[in-house]
């Protein structure tokens, strides 16, 4: 008899742990795992600010793919999804032959959502993916050298980051330390530049507890940080930003990264799939409602938290829960049991960085400030690496040396 084949989509942090449990679940001779993604690489995408701000080492984001699994029983193929048709159960894919599936897990992680503001998709830069952040980068440092060389050059470089959010905040933290370093490097007083963080909503990490949030504002206030709190991204021009607030519009020379909010990929989200507010919902035992077959987890999906009657953030935390879930669930199914187990997920909490030498926020409910949750930053990302590859993805991606410095 054939053997099923369960096709991954994403090996971002729902795809791959769904990925590697499945193949401890699953025998040989049970099914044939295929796990689809652009890149022969998974990104650490939680660390993704630092290489925008150009903080982050290059060596250390990216694990090879095939270094995770036992390439005898995962089959990687390295491609673009394009579609998914959902009646022949088959993934389209951008240079291959359409893919078959008996079992199918969407895993495509987010893309900035951008409400319909103008100029943000055309003008602003998002930390989107690797090579995304990588740009970002780039064109900062490009900034710096274009300021340093004009001589007719405006009163002040001016960086806006939109939204302050979790992402907004950490990489405003990353950017406030690299600024000194370029204003050394290009010969620049510090002054001369300025690092907006523009926010609708009257407080930074809008609905976290209230004494983290002020903390981290002050610290990065220290930093050189200025807030634009209850003020909004009106529109993004080729060169300029035009905010919004109760003081009336300004007009600033700037460039715009925007941390506004994400949504699922739409590859999937609204186009295979019904979303809502740009995400999948998934059902108790993650599925897309109305297949038995298709699971959807990680930012695409959104699961209803029945305590707050809201859906839970999109983060790697429920990313990683839910792949546990969902491989459990996709081998009962293979393996022909009935039951299905609920996601029912316990959050930890959340911690923001602050820079590299600071970071605050509630874990297990308790409130942690400075070097405490830097610690607990650096020993988050280490168990996720121990869950993905063990000591050795530890020992090599861990930042050990980084944590350590301090
Ligand atoms: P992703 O990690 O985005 O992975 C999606 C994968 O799909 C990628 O490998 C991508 O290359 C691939 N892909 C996309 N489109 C296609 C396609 N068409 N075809 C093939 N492959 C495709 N959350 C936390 O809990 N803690 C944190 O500290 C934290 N820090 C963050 C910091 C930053 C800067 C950002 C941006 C987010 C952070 N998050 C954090 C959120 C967290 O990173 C996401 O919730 C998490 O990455 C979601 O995992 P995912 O697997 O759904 O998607
Ligand atoms: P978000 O939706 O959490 O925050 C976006 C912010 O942008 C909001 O505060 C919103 O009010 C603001 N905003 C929206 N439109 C605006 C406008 N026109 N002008 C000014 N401000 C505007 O998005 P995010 O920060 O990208 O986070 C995405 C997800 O990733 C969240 O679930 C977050 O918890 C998670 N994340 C977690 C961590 C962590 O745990 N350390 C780090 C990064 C991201």
């Known amino acids: 008899m054939k053997k099923p084949r369960v096709v991954i989509l994403g090996s971002g942090y729902a795809g791959i742990l769904t990925t590697v449990r499945l193949q401890r679940l699953l025998h040989r001779h049970e099914a044939e795992i295929v796990l689809v993604n652009k890149h022969n690489y998974h990104y650490m995408t939680t660390w993704l600010h630092e290489t925008a701000a150009g903080t982050g080492d290059d060596n250390i984001i990216t694990i090879d793919i095939d270094s995770v699994f036992d390439t005898n029983r995962v089959r990687f193929i390295k491609d673009t999804?394009?579609?998914?048709q959902k009646d022949a159960q088959l993934v389209i894919l951008e240079n291959g032959d359409p893919l078959a599936y008996d079992y199918l897990v969407v895993g495509l992680g987010y893309e900035p959502a951008?409400?319909?503001i103008p100029g943000i998709a055309e003008y602003s830069h998002t930390i989107r993916s690797i090579n995304s952040a990588r740009e970002i980068r780039t064109i900062i440092e490009n900034r710096f050298a274009e300021y340093a060389m004009r001589k007719d050059h405006p009163e002040r470089l001016i960086f806006v980051v939109g939204g302050a959010g979790f992402t907004g905040i950490e990489f405003v933290g990353e950017l406030a330390e690299r600024i000194p370093q370029l204003c050394t490097r290009f010969g620049i007083h510090p002054d001369q530049v300025r690092l907006l963080n523009v926010e609708g909503?009257?407080?930074i990490l809008a609905g976290f507890d209230e004494s983290i949030a002020t903390y981290t504002q002050s610290s990065l206030e220290q930093m050189g940080v200025e807030f634009r709190l209850?003020?909004?991204?009106k529109s993004v021009g080729p060169e300029h930003v035009t905010l919004l607030s109760e003081r009336g519009e300004e007009t600033?020379?700037?460039?715009v990264i925007w941390t506004g909010g994400i949504?699922?990929?739409t590859v999937v989200c609204d186009t295979v799939f019904e979303a809502d507010r740009g995400r999948i919902p998934a059902d108790?035992?993650?599925r897309i409602p109305g297949y038995t077959n298709a699971f959807v987890i990680g930012d695409c999906s959104s699961f209803l938290n029945k305590k707050t009657g809201r859906p839970y953030p999109p983060t790697a935390q429920i990313a990683i829960l839910q792949s546990k879930t969902c491989a459990d669930n996709v081998a009962a199914l293979v393996q022909g049991k009935r039951t299905l187990k609920p996601f029912d997920p316990f959050m930890k909490g959340a911690v923001t960085s602050i820079g590299k030498h600071d970071a605050a926020g509630v874990v297990f409910g308790i409130k942690l400030k400075g070097k405490l949750a830097v610690f607990m930053k650096a020993l988050i990302d280490v168990r996720y690496l121990w869950m993905l590859g063990g000591l050795k993805l530890v020992f090599t991606k861990g930042k050990i040396a980084e944590f350590l410095a301090s």
Do not use: R
């Not at 999804?81 to 998914?84: E, H």
């Not at 209850?230 to 991204?233: E, V, W």
């Not at 600033?252 to 460039?255: E, G, I, R």
């Open 230 to 233: 209850s003020t909004k991204i």
């Open 252 to 255: 600033l020379a700037a460039m």
């Open 284 to 286: 108790e035992f993650l």
């Open 81 to 84: 999804v394009v579609d998914i």
């Open 201 to 203: 909503a009257p407080s």
């Open 114 to 116: 951008t409400y319909g």
């Open 263 to 265: 949504q699922g990929n």
